[in-house]
């Protein structure tokens, strides 16, 4: 593992362990160069996925492929400042990540794959669920927001009864 701060190629693990989630393998590397200490995770990945974006011209599909790390940043800009732990929406991109590998395919539409981040946010936080929806959805107008918001309600009170 190539140093971080130096580019050095010999770095030390130092400690490993599962994180809490079990989805990882959390290990504390230190650089033979410049004695510099730093964090690694190591994930399962049970294939390579590609995200097919679809084009506004009308061209076809870009192929795009699958990261984890701007999903979680995603998904963590739409639960900012909601007081939802950082554990949590790793175990929803962990959760998303896991059903994208496991079914099978090596190509999934954006389309889909927003479609399975609002279903976790709806169970997560309301407002991050209305967050993330606004931006994927395209929200240009208030009565956009306000029409969204009123089925999120309706489907609360559905749910409630």
Same mark, same amino acid.
């Given at each position: 593992?190539?140093?971080?701060?130096?580019?050095?190629?010999?770095?030390?693990?130092?400690?490993?362990?599962?994180?809490?989630?079990?989805?990882?393998?959390?290990?504390?590397?230190?650089?033979?160069?410049?004695?510099?200490?730093?964090?690694?995770?190591?994930? *399962?990945?049970?294939?390579?996925?590609?995200?097919?974006?679809?084009?506004?011209?009308?061209?076809?599909?870009?192929?795009?492929?699958?990261?984890?790390?701007?999903?979680?940043?995603? *998904?963590?800009?739409?639960?900012?400042?909601?007081?939802?732990?950082?554990?949590?929406?790793?175990?929803?991109?962990?959760?998303?990540?896991?059903?994208?590998?496991?079914?099978?395919?090596?190509?999934?539409?954006?389309?889909?794959?927003?479609?399975? *981040?609002?279903?976790?946010?709806?169970?997560?936080?309301?407002?991050?669920?209305?967050?993330?929806?606004?931006?994927?959805?395209?929200?240009?107008?208030?009565?956009?927001?306000?029409?969204?918001?009123?089925? *999120?309600?309706?489907?609360?009170?559905?749910?409630?009864?």
């Amino acid at each position: 593992m190539r140093c971080p701060f130096c580019a050095h190629d010999d770095t030390q693990v130092k400690d490993s362990r599962p994180t809490e989630d079990n989805t990882s393998i959390r290990r504390r590397r230190q650089c033979g160069g410049c004695g510099a200490r730093f964090t690694t995770f190591e994930r *399962v990945q049970l294939r390579e996925i590609t995200i097919l974006k679809s084009d506004e011209d009308g061209e076809g599909a870009r192929r795009e492929a699958f990261d984890r790390a701007k999903l979680e940043k995603s *998904v963590a800009l739409a639960c900012r400042k909601r007081g939802v732990e950082q554990e949590r929406i790793a175990q929803l991109v962990s959760g998303i990540q896991r059903q994208v590998e496991t079914a099978g395919e090596n190509e999934i539409p954006s389309a889909r794959l927003g479609e399975m *981040v609002m279903d976790g946010l709806k169970q997560l936080d309301t407002v991050a669920y209305i967050r993330f929806a606004s931006v994927y959805r395209d929200f240009s107008e208030a009565r956009d927001f306000e029409e969204f918001a009123s089925t *999120v309600q309706e489907a609360a009170a559905k749910n409630s009864d």
